[in-house]
């Protein structure tokens, strides 16, 4: 009963957390939406028109300059590249903010494994999946999250087997990294490869009701998407989850590799995954929320300031 009370909630309180949290990093934000990048064609530049009876035209000469100046200006502007680091969709126009899934939440947790909502992901294979991995395996704040796991295991005793105090410590920590790090190349590397399923979180977004939205982040727990684009069921997602607590046998004592204690693991892991993908579903639309406000406000500073500034001189 209680492992399903954390279950029900966790969205929830990832909502929360969120809410909370995101108002300190509204200033650094989302990427600024790009203008379109227009390539100029150089056919596009006039020439001028050398012919003796037409040099003699004062008003040709003048017309031929006013054209070139004109396109030179023009080139000038459209001359601006697009912003990398803002995504685009599949018709390369700026995605809005309460759609774009940045590469890290509240500037450290990692989000490598998310598709802002419209945009063309990266085809997934053998190669990207490992390298997507490696990269959230091995990220600096995977290690701050495995010590504060560890730190909680060991307060709350959840395997006795494995001791108290340093000692305890020491053995929940570098077994928590075994179960991490398979986890990750289980469900996000070799059987996603295998099974041609794709295990990145793709978000409902904005517009939709929050209680279907928060139905549909626990629904991905069982559904995932082949590489064609149909749904199917997340074979590679549980089966990674299944098959590390199956390892786990090997390196935990035996009064903490049980079939209880596996579940009980299971169960954490599931739901860790669930509060984890309630933040990607609903961090773009709170994050976009406190950046407007604040780009608002820097507005009318600068208005005010722009008033005032008359004002003060002599």
Not at 46 to 53: C, E, I, K, M, W
Not at 120 to 134: I, L, S
Not at 250 to 267: I, N, Q, R
């Amino acid at each position: 009963m209680l492992l399903k009370l954390r279950s029900i909630s966790i969205p929830f309180a990832a909502i929360a957390f969120v809410a909370l949290a995101v108002p300190a990093v509204a200033q650094q934000g989302l990427p600024n939406a790009p203008s379109a990048a227009l390539v100029a064609d150089a056919t596009s530049y006039p020439t001028l028109n050398l012919d003796p009876q037409a040099a003699l035209s004062s008003s040709s000469v003048n017309d031929a300059f006013d054209g070139e100046n004109q396109t030179a200006q023009q080139t000038k502007q459209t001359d601006k590249k697009p912003n990398p680091n803002v995504p685009v969709d599949k018709d390369g126009n700026p995605i809005p903010l309460e759609r774009q899934q940045p590469q890290r939440i509240l500037g450290f947790m990692p989000n490598f494994r998310s598709v802002s909502a419209g945009s063309k992901p990266h085809p997934p294979g053998w190669k990207y999946n490992f390298t997507v991995a490696t990269r959230q395996s091995t990220d600096y704040s995977s290690f701050l999250f495995l010590g504060l796991t560890s730190i909680t295991a060991e307060g709350l005793t959840e395997h006795p087997a494995l001791g108290k105090g340093v000692g305890g410590f020491y053995a929940y920590t570098w077994r928590g990294f075994l179960d991490k790090t398979d986890g990750t190349y289980l469900s996000a590397w070799l059987l996603p490869s295998l099974l041609h399923e794709d295990t990145r979180y793709y978000p409902m977004g904005s517009g939709h009701p929050v209680p279907i939205r928060v139905f549909y982040v626990i629904s991905r727990q069982a559904v995932a998407e082949t590489y064609s684009g149909r749904q199917t069921p997340n074979i590679a997602g549980l089966g990674g989850k299944v098959l590390t607590q199956v390892i786990s046998r090997s390196y935990y004592p035996a009064g903490a590799s049980s079939f209880g204690a596996l579940t009980e693991k299971f169960g954490y892991s599931v739901m860790r995954d669930v509060m984890f993908s309630s933040i990607r579903e609903f961090y773009p639309d709170i994050a976009a929320h406190y950046i407007r406000k604040h780009r608002e406000k820097v507005a009318r500073m600068a208005a005010k300031d722009t008033q005032a500034a008359p004002a003060a001189k002599p």
